[in-house]
Nanobody, 132 residues
Framework: QVKLVESGGGLVQPGGSLTLSCAAS????????IGWFRQATGKEREGLAG????????HTAAPVKGRFYISRDSANNTLNLQMYNLKPEDTGVYYC?????????????????????????WGKGTLVTVSS
């Protein structure tokens, strides 16, 4: 059974940093297209950053480029998201999503040319609140 479990969320002040971790079970993270997504209250889930299974390339959405960095930890079978210079608008529930469906590329989902629901494995999310 494939499963994703996010951790690391919490309350952080504006300008602060936080690292989220997504632990995968039932599959190896490098064999799936996998990424981090965020859903703010009243808004649709949006892609933030992802890692491709084909060439290990990473892809980051424009709104968070230069502040959010994604990395895979094969030893622990996790996908991490390092977030810097956090802003109040970064508040939301952060989800990890993955797919191995043919024709679905994480770079297309992160870029918005494919919907977030193209990913077919999801974790339950972790809440990040950026507030003073």
């Amino acid at each position: 059974q494939v499963k994703l479990v996010e951790s690391g969320g919490g309350l952080v002040q504006p300008g602060g940093s936080l690292t989220l971790s997504c632990a995968a079970s039932g599959f190896l993270v490098e064999t799936y297209d996998i990424g981090w997504f965020r859903q703010a209250t009243g808004k649709e889930r949006e892609g933030l950053a992802g890692s491709s299974s084909r060439d290990s390339s990473t892809h980051t959405a424009a709104p968070v480029k230069g502040r959010f960095y994604i990395s895979r930890d094969s030893a622990n079978n996790t996908l991490n998201l390092q977030m810097y210079n956090l802003k109040p608008e970064d508040t939301g529930v952060y989800y990890c999503g993955a797919t191995n469906r043919m024709g679905t590329r994480i770079e297309d989902v992160i870029a918005g040319s494919k919907p977030y629901y193209a990913m077919d494995v999801w974790g339950k999310g972790t809440l990040v609140t950026v507030s003073s």
